[in-house]
């Protein structure tokens, strides 16, 4: 403690250290927070809410991932010149080769590069890199080459057959067929990998909640206090990764493509199937998005934490 004290003697006021402290135990709890963004100019009426069941569904593609291989050839050259005093001068010189996706497939089906087989770098890397053999003569420059190689498998990543393909050596127009060349570096791929992928409906949210009608008519909210949700839901039909009909209670929650919430009443006698399926893992770039939409309330405050279990410190 003294040495404490001493310190804090000998360092000015500017350099003091400031601690703010915070006790949370009697917090109370303040209801949803005003927001000022686009989603929240939908007021609530005076109109009694209705306990719901509810679930938010997405029909966003999932991320496919394929498998692919990049190609890199390169001339390694090498010069040798013998000096009147038989001392040799060498000189090395890479040159970058461009390959073409009939070269890379051959590269990838023989693993051999010029002929020669290549070396296993790991469970996914091949290569045969090295310089030539030069034998020096008085007087004389000697030059000779090897081609290098290098392969790797490597994945590659989209969400439609018309998307944008996501690589190690950048993105991919979806025109690309099978084959890409960047920098030098050649990619390949099958094709017939990268199909389109069907309509798969996600369950992503569920819980019980109450359903508020707004100053629209054809636009209700769904807040759930125990999640901290607010859903902003346009009362029109809407299908399912198929048509909608009269009989579809499907509705477009505003703020995002392709997700839709479905509700039935409390005291509805279909109660008992209120919560039927899981909610299925998705990205957490998906989540994310769908988080954004939800108005979802107290976002975790990581610089506050540090704070607070620096004061805690400070008091033990």
Same mark, same amino acid.
């Given at each position: 403690?003294?040495? $404490?004290? @001493?310190?804090?003697?000998?360092? /000015?006021?500017?350099?003091?250290?400031?601690?703010? @402290?915070?006790?949370?135990?009697?917090?109370? +709890?303040?209801?949803?927070?005003?927001?000022?963004?686009? /989603?929240? %100019? +939908?007021?609530?009426?005076?109109?009694?809410?209705? #306990?719901?069941?509810?679930?938010?569904? =997405?029909?966003?593609?999932?991320?496919?991932?394929?498998?692919?291989?990049?190609?890199?050839?390169?001339?390694?050259?090498?010069?040798?010149? #013998? &000096?009147?005093?038989?001392?040799?001068?060498? %000189?090395?010189? #890479?040159?970058?080769?461009?390959?073409?996706?009939?070269?890379?497939?051959?590269?990838?089906?023989?693993?051999?590069?010029?002929?020669?087989?290549?070396?296993?770098?790991?469970?996914?890397?091949?290569?045969?890199?090295?310089?030539?053999?030069?034998?020096?003569?008085?007087?004389?420059?000697?030059?000779?080459?090897? $081609?290098?190689? #290098?392969?790797?498998?490597?994945?590659?990543?989209?969400?439609?057959?018309?998307?944008?393909?996501?690589?190690? !050596?950048?993105?991919?127009?979806?025109?690309?067929?099978?084959?890409?060349? +960047?920098?030098?570096?050649? !990619?390949?791929?099958?094709?017939?990998?990268?199909? =389109?992928?069907?309509?798969?409906?996600?369950?992503?949210?569920? /819980?019980?909640?109450?359903?508020?009608?707004?100053?629209?008519?054809? !636009?209700?909210?769904?807040?759930?206090?125990?999640?901290?949700? &607010?859903?902003?839901?346009?009362?029109?039909?809407?299908?399912?990764?198929?048509?909608? @009909?009269?009989?579809?209670?499907?509705?477009?929650?505003?703020?995002?493509?392709?997700?839709?919430?479905?509700?039935?009443?409390?005291? =509805?006698? %279909?109660?008992?199937?209120? !919560? /039927?399926?899981?909610?299925?893992?998705?990205?957490?770039?998906?989540?994310?998005? $769908?988080?954004?939409?939800?108005? @979802?309330?107290? $976002?975790?405050?990581?610089?506050?934490?540090?704070?607070?279990?620096?004061?805690?410190?400070?008091?033990?």
């Amino acid at each position: 403690v003294f040495q $404490i004290l @001493t310190l804090a003697a000998c360092c /000015g006021l500017n350099l003091a250290f400031n601690a703010t @402290t915070c006790d949370c135990d009697n917090a109370i +709890h303040k209801g949803f927070i005003q927001f000022a963004d686009e /989603g929240c %100019k +939908h007021k609530i009426t005076s109109t009694a809410p209705v #306990r719901v069941y509810y679930n938010v569904y =997405s029909t966003l593609p999932v991320a496919q991932r394929f498998l692919a291989h990049t190609c890199t050839m390169w001339k390694m050259s090498k010069t040798v010149y #013998r &000096d009147f005093l038989q001392w040799d001068h060498v %000189k090395e010189h #890479r040159t970058p080769l461009d390959v073409t996706a009939a070269e890379c497939r051959r590269l990838r089906d023989s693993r051999l590069c010029d002929r020669q087989p290549m070396n296993t770098l790991g469970s996914n890397k091949w290569s045969l890199e090295g310089s030539p053999h030069v034998q020096g003569s008085w007087l004389q420059t000697s030059t000779d080459y090897l $081609i290098n190689c #290098r392969l790797e498998e490597v994945v590659l990543e989209t969400e439609c057959s018309d998307c944008v393909i996501s690589s190690p !050596i950048g993105d991919i127009p979806a025109s690309a067929n099978g084959s890409f060349v +960047h920098n030098l570096v050649t !990619i390949v791929w099958d094709n017939s990998l990268k199909e =389109s992928q069907k309509c798969q409906a996600k369950q992503v949210e569920e /819980g019980l909640a109450m359903l508020y009608e707004t100053t629209d008519p054809k !636009i209700f909210r769904i807040r759930d206090s125990n999640k901290q949700l &607010d859903f902003v839901v346009k009362n029109v039909s809407v299908g399912l990764c198929k048509p909608a @009909t009269n009989f579809s209670n499907f509705r477009p929650v505003l703020g995002m493509d392709r997700v839709v919430a479905s509700w039935i009443y409390a005291n =509805s006698s %279909k109660s008992d199937a209120k !919560i /039927g399926n899981k909610n299925m893992n998705i990205s957490t770039l998906l989540r994310a998005e $769908i988080d954004a939409v939800a108005h @979802t309330q107290y $976002i975790r405050d990581v610089a506050v934490e540090m704070s607070n279990g620096l004061a805690e410190e400070i008091r033990a």
